[in-house]
């Protein structure tokens, strides 16, 4: 064959197109599980950064402090067919508040019992999602991690930085006037404001109406916890034996 004529332009066009497609193909496929693995344990690690654990063996420290991973439909934990950790939260908050089925991780740590939430929203480029930590009372934040994938670098990214995200442990969730976290313009004060990215309005706007809205499914169920964290202790009489009282007399 002419191998200056078009006819092998185009055959080897198309096998190059072809072999270079299959290569791809079977390097997508040998690689997926190991990046699914590494999503896993990004998102493992996330969820031990909320409670303040961080460290190299991420599997051990899941299963070591993670006791406890239940789904929750409109303020209830349920029987799912997909597991707590499975769970898509794209797909999740697609749903309207009642329909919802989303993960909750319940946490010990010393003895401590935390609780974690995911959250997702959307910034002003792409997506956005984070972990809050909630301390035994089912309001109080311990901890909160942020991420996003496309949004600005020095504005809204800063999102996921210590500036950012430092603000929230000790904020309360739940108020007689107000659910959720309030993001202002420099000026937060009290336990539900925080301090939003300045130059980075919307992706901050973003992580208040993020938090607002994947709190409506655990709503009744935090409020439950925080409900009996509040309750008083009942102290109990001491039990008196009828026989010895009878003994005494």
């Not at 991973?69 to 009642?98: P, R």
């Not at 909630?134 to 020095?154: C, R, S, V, Y």
């Not at 004060?189 to 130059?199: A, K, N």
Request: hydrophobic residues 45%; aromatic residues 8%.
């Amino acid at each position: 064959m002419d191998i200056n004529s078009n006819k092998y332009t185009y055959i080897f066009a198309v096998v190059m197109v072809v072999l270079v497609a299959a290569l791809l193909s079977i390097a997508a496929t040998s690689l997926k599980p190991f990046q699914d693995k590494n999503v896993e344990l990004e998102k493992k690690s996330d969820i031990l950064r909320s409670i303040g654990i961080e460290g190299e063996n991420v599997e051990v420290l899941f299963t070591q402090y993670i006791e406890e991973q239940l789904v929750i439909q409109n303020g209830a934990a349920v029987e799912s067919e997909v597991s707590a950790f499975d769970i898509d939260m794209a797909s999740a908050v697609a749903l309207s508040a009642a329909e919802r089925q989303v993960p909750l991780y319940k946490a010990d740590v010393e003895g401590n019992t935390y609780y974690v939430l995911p959250l997702r929203g959307k910034g002003l480029w792409g997506p956005i999602w984070g972990y809050v930590a909630l301390e035994g009372d089912g309001n109080t934040i311990l901890g909160a991690t942020f991420g996003h994938k496309t949004e600005t670098p020095g504005l809204g990214a800063e999102i996921a930085t210590a500036i950012f995200q430092d603000q929230f442990p000790g904020k309360k969730l739940f108020t007689a006037t107000y659910e959720g976290i309030e993001v202002r313009k420099g000026d937060a004060s009290g336990d539900q404001q925080v301090d939003g990215i300045s130059g980075g309005t919307i992706t901050s706007v973003g992580v208040q109406d993020m938090i607002a809205d994947c709190l409506k499914p655990y709503k009744s169920y935090l409020m439950s916890i925080a409900a009996a964290a509040a309750a008083p202790a009942v102290e109990l009489a001491p039990v008196v034996d009828s026989t010895l009282i009878t003994a005494a007399l």
